[in-house]
């Protein structure tokens, strides 16, 4: 049986380790360990099931659907999702349809009123509220609620944020040995838990990084913390990132969104010397109840110089 490491898998498919991971977490592949090997390896149908679902999430299915239509036999579940998603698509285009419509009337009063100050904008906007009141009385077309929906479906990045983590020192997912423990279903959770460092998520505690292809957590510790546990310590340096939050399953995109913003910026540009992160936000009772993970995603960024 031809296996492929992991590594490989990465740059074929442009996904992260992690995000295989996840999908092994969700029963969608599968992975086998070799002999003698401590990386994750993948045979030809692995693979051929991930390039389904690779054209599957490009097409937007989302993964709860992937995992129903792998567990059915019936083509009637893949054409469904299909369906499913046409309409919400139709919804989306009819729902900014009418968001350009409203924009053109705008800059068409606008234009027509003669407008030349900004002050004179809020009655303007407040003429053309109460034409979307009165249109929306007659039929269900649009309403101010519905345009900030539009607005927030619209901006795929909608909070990028620019934070400072402080030097401190860490404990890493590594024995001290040098194998790699693997992180998965709630390890995270859980790995460091006996030794009092359960970590709490969105308090900048705990995060995932990507180290030769492979994600490992860390785990901040006090300064003088007497590492007696089999887990490898160090420094971390800190430093400015570019943070943004995404749900796990868009989370790939997410990155690279986050770093073409990065690409854009008249202050920062990327720090190739450090690692990029991940941390998770979103309670774990709260994640494992409804299978949504939501992460923060970390760029690390430095100013530019002048």
Same mark, same amino acid.
């Given at each position: 049986?031809?296996?492929?490491?992991?590594?490989?898998?990465?740059?074929?498919?442009?996904?992260?380790?992690?995000?295989?991971?996840?999908?092994?977490?969700?029963?969608?592949?599968?992975?086998?360990?070799?002999?003698?090997?401590?990386?994750?390896?993948?045979?030809?149908?692995?693979?051929?099931?991930?390039?389904?679902?690779?054209?599957?999430?490009?097409?937007?299915?989302?993964?709860?659907?992937?995992?129903?239509?792998?567990?059915?036999?019936?083509?009637?579940?893949?054409?469904?999702?299909?369906?499913?998603?046409?309409?919400?698509?139709?919804?989306?285009?009819?729902?900014?349809?009418?968001?350009?419509?409203?924009?053109?009337?705008?800059?068409?009063?606008? =234009?027509? *009123?003669?407008?030349?100050?900004?002050?004179?904008?809020?009655? !303007?906007?407040?003429?053309?509220?109460? +034409? %979307?009141? @009165?249109?929306?009385?007659?039929?269900?077309?649009?309403? =101010?609620? *519905?345009?900030?929906?539009?607005?927030?479906?619209?901006?795929? !990045?909608?909070?990028?944020?620019?934070? +400072? %983590?402080? @030097?401190?020192?860490?404990?890493?997912?590594?024995?001290?040995?040098?194998?790699?423990?693997?992180?998965?279903?709630?390890?995270?959770?859980?790995?460091?838990?006996?030794?009092?460092?359960?970590?709490?998520?969105?308090?900048?505690?705990?995060?995932?990084?990507?180290?030769?292809?492979?994600?490992?957590?860390?785990?901040?510790?006090?300064?003088?913390?007497?590492?007696?546990?089999?887990?490898?310590?160090?420094?971390?340096?800190?430093?400015?990132?570019?943070?943004?939050?995404?749900?796990?399953?868009?989370?790939?995109?997410?990155?690279?969104?986050?770093?073409?913003?990065?690409?854009?910026?008249?202050?920062?540009?990327?720090?190739?010397?450090?690692?990029?992160?991940?941390?998770?936000?979103?309670?774990?009772?709260?994640?494992?109840?409804?299978?949504?993970?939501?992460?923060?995603?970390?760029?690390?960024?430095?100013?530019?110089?002048?």
């Amino acid at each position: 049986m031809d296996l492929i490491r992991i590594n490989e898998v990465v740059e074929i498919f442009g996904l992260s380790s992690r995000t295989l991971r996840y999908y092994e977490e969700k029963g969608l592949i599968w992975s086998h360990y070799p002999e003698y090997k401590v990386q994750r390896h993948y045979d030809a149908a692995a693979l051929e099931r991930l390039k389904q679902i690779v054209v599957l999430r490009k097409l937007q299915i989302p993964i709860k659907d992937i995992a129903t239509i792998f567990q059915s036999e019936s083509t009637a579940v893949l054409t469904q999702a299909f369906v499913d998603k046409l309409d919400s698509l139709d919804g989306e285009i009819a729902a900014l349809s009418e968001l350009r419509q409203v924009v053109n009337d705008f800059l068409n009063q606008m =234009v027509t *009123k003669g407008i030349k100050r900004i002050s004179a904008v809020p009655l !303007l906007y407040e003429e053309l509220e109460k +034409r %979307l009141i @009165a249109a929306e009385e007659k039929s269900d077309t649009i309403s =101010v609620e *519905k345009l900030s929906n539009i607005n927030r479906k619209a901006l795929r !990045l909608h909070d990028v944020r620019i934070i +400072r %983590l402080p @030097a401190v020192r860490i404990l890493i997912s590594r024995l001290k040995t040098g194998e790699l423990i693997t992180l998965d279903g709630d390890k995270m959770q859980n790995l460091f838990a006996a030794y009092g460092l359960t970590p709490t998520p969105g308090m900048r505690d705990c995060f995932y990084r990507c180290e030769l292809g492979e994600w490992t957590m860390i785990r901040t510790i006090p300064q003088g913390y007497d590492n007696q546990t089999p887990y490898i310590d160090e420094s971390f340096a800190g430093g400015l990132y570019a943070v943004a939050s995404s749900f796990f399953e868009d989370m790939d995109d997410t990155f690279i969104l986050l770093k073409g913003w990065v690409s854009k910026s008249e202050n920062y540009e990327i720090d190739i010397a450090r690692i990029e992160m991940i941390e998770e936000i979103l309670p774990w009772d709260i994640a494992h109840k409804t299978g949504k993970y939501q992460q923060d995603v970390f760029i690390p960024i430095k100013m530019k110089e002048v």
